[in-house]
């Protein structure tokens, strides 16, 4: 759908480096910069040290047809995703998650209340 070029899809974009950079934290053999184009590669360093709101202010720069990479091998990520896919489960009671402030992998926002 995001090859597509469909402006509507232009939101879906900034939410693709951290489902990349996720995929990279789990499983250290997933390069992150493989499913990139030079072009799309702002959003990844945006990503990587900011917050959604970070990568959303990119995406003005960013051709959203060409943004990923086309020769990026879809169905490691597509696996990667099925494995750790919340949707199987079957919740008996109330359940909520919580983050830690000991998150290595996630970064702590640069101005508190922005993201």
Do not use: H, W
């Given at each position: 759908?995001?090859?597509?070029?469909?402006?509507?899809?232009?939101?879906?974009?900034?939410?693709?480096?951290?489902?990349?950079?996720?995929?990279?934290?789990?499983?250290?053999?997933?390069v992150?910069?493989?499913?990139?184009?030079?072009?799309?590669?702002?959003?990844?360093?945006?990503?990587?040290?900011?917050?959604?709101?970070?990568?959303?202010?990119?995406?003005?720069?960013?051709?959203?047809?060409?943004?990923?990479?086309?020769?990026?091998?879809?169905?490691?990520?597509?696996?990667?995703?099925?494995?750790?896919?919340?949707?199987?489960?079957?919740?008996?009671?109330?359940?909520?998650?919580?983050?830690?402030?000991?998150?290595?992998?996630?970064v702590?926002?640069?101005?508190?209340?922005?993201?």
């Amino acid at each position: 759908m995001l090859q597509s070029g469909d402006p509507a899809m232009a939101p879906a974009l900034a939410f693709y480096p951290a489902i990349l950079l996720g995929a990279e934290a789990a499983d250290p053999s997933f390069v992150a910069q493989d499913y990139v184009t030079p072009q799309s590669t702002p959003l990844l360093k945006a990503a990587r040290s900011g917050c959604l709101a970070s990568v959303a202010q990119q995406l003005g720069n960013i051709p959203l047809q060409g943004s990923l990479n086309p020769n990026a091998d879809m169905n490691d990520l597509v696996t990667y995703l099925k494995k750790r896919s919340a949707a199987p489960l079957q919740l008996k009671v109330p359940t909520v998650i919580f983050q830690g402030k000991a998150e290595t992998v996630v970064v702590e926002p640069a101005y508190p209340g922005t993201c």
